[in-house]
């Protein structure tokens, strides 16, 4: 990692729809759903920066795992958009990490998508 920083700079989506929209030299004012269009029909051209992202985002789930022990982690936002395209990647990235205790919880989507946390943050 060339850079230091928050899980955030390095895990979010909006860094990764920067980055692919930078890749595909697109407008990074674009709607994340049309970057992420281009980026199915452009695979090719982005490959080690999904790479990347699920390397990023899996040394995270594994420091949480190594603090927390947590049965099972939910990732939620705009990432339950685009299963199709990381779930698969981060898993990869997961089976490579290393924890403590050798065990990486099972890994669920938000049911609400994207508002989970807002729905969340109601409940209190």
């Not at 850079?3 to 030299?25: H, P, Q, T, V, W």
């Not at 936002?77 to 299963?83: I, L, N």
Request: charged share 25%.
């Amino acid at each position: 990692m060339a850079e230091s920083g928050c899980f955030e700079i390095y895990a979010s989506m909006k860094r990764l729809k920067d980055k692919i929209a930078k890749r595909l030299n697109l407008s990074e004012d674009l709607n994340g759903e049309i970057i992420f269009e281009f980026a199915r029909r452009n695979m090719n051209k982005i490959e080690n920066i999904l790479e990347e992202f699920a390397d990023d985002l899996a040394e995270g789930i594994t420091n949480a795992v190594n603090i927390f022990e947590p049965e099972a982690i939910c990732i939620g936002g705009s990432y339950v958009y685009h299963t199709d395209i990381l779930e698969e990647k981060v898993k990869n990235a997961l089976n490579k990490a290393k924890t403590y205790n050798n065990e990486i919880p099972k890994i669920v989507t938000a049911q609400f998508g994207n508002d989970s946390g807002i729905i969340g943050a109601t409940l209190l």
